[in-house]
């Protein structure tokens, strides 16, 4: 079974000088040629895709892990990172003087 929608096309009214609407059929429900829609894809297409729902397409992550490498990613959270500033740095400082300029490396 095809999914129809109803565009509203113009059509003149040769009475008056505005235009009035006429419904033609679409089968593309989205307008748009993005592949990604699945209403732009074959029927077949869609079905195989749509048969494998639920299906992860990796491991999983986190909570898939061993509880002991679970603790040990755990253990450094709330770590900062070697490139962060020490508050008050002179190195802050210059970057929030920078903030908002231009690089001037682009075109």
């Given amino acids: 079974m095809f ?14 000088s505005t235009p009035i609407f ?12 993005n592949p990604g829609n699945f209403a732009n894809r074959p029927k077949e297409e ?22 002991d ?8 959270g709330g770590q900062a990172s070697s490139g962060s500033f020490e508050p008050g740095s002179e190195r802050a400082r210059e970057a ?3 903030g908002g300029q231009a690089s001037g490396g682009g075109s």
């Fill in 22 to 33: 006429a419904t033609t059929r679409s089968n593309n429900m989205s307008g748009n040629t």
């Fill in 3 to 16: 999914r129809q929608i109803y565009k509203l096309q113009p059509k003149r009214n040769f009475h008056t």
């Fill in 46 to 67: 869609v079905q195989e895709i749509a048969s494998k729902g639920g299906q992860a397409s990796h491991s999983g992550g986190f909570a898939s892990m061993d509880p």
């Fill in 96 to 98: 929030g003087r920078k």
């Fill in 69 to 76: 490498k679970q603790r040990e990613i755990a253990s450094k």
